[in-house]
Nanobody, 125 residues
Framework: QVQLVESGGGLVQAGGSLRLSCAAS????????MDWYRQALGKQRELVAA???????NYADSVKGRFTISRDNAKNTVYLQMNSLKPEDTAVYYCNVHYYSTYVDWRSEHAFGSWGQGTQVTISS
């Protein structure tokens, strides 16, 4: 079992900043990719940013230049620094972690996925 604990959401004015954190714990041998998704009210969940275990990153066009994803492998934690926030960034943000539970899983490339509980981000205009 793997648990993800998210923190850092809240209410800020447009133009402000927030930093989200997601810490993974439990039966983890190695973490592969770590992602942040968001889901606005009435909309589908969308990928915001992703980071590989090697540190390569990918962003949705809507957040490029404003959001930065990073990770601390020693702490099994992924972060999302969000700057120049806009009202359209309002959503519940979820982290998603791809991991291997055991050495055997890693060698056979049998990865698992786990979702955080979500954290609300609200941007006022």
């Amino acid at each position: 079992q793997v648990q993800l604990v998210e923190s850092g959401g809240g209410l800020v004015q447009a133009g402000g900043s927030l930093r989200l954190s997601c810490a993974a714990s439990g039966s983890i041998f190695r973490i592969n990719a770590m992602d942040w998704y968001r889901q606005a009210l009435g909309k589908q969940r969308e990928l915001v940013a992703a980071i590989t275990n090697g540190g390569s990153t990918n962003y949705a066009d809507s957040v490029k230049g404003r959001f930065t994803i990073s990770r601390d492998n020693a702490k099994n934690t992924v972060y999302l620094q969000m700057n120049s926030l806009k009202p359209e960034d309002t959503a519940v943000y979820y982290c998603n972690v791809h991991y291997y539970s055991t050495y055997v899983d890693w060698r056979s490339e049998h990865a698992f996925g786990s979702w955080g509980q979500g954290t609300q981000v609200t941007i006022s205009s």
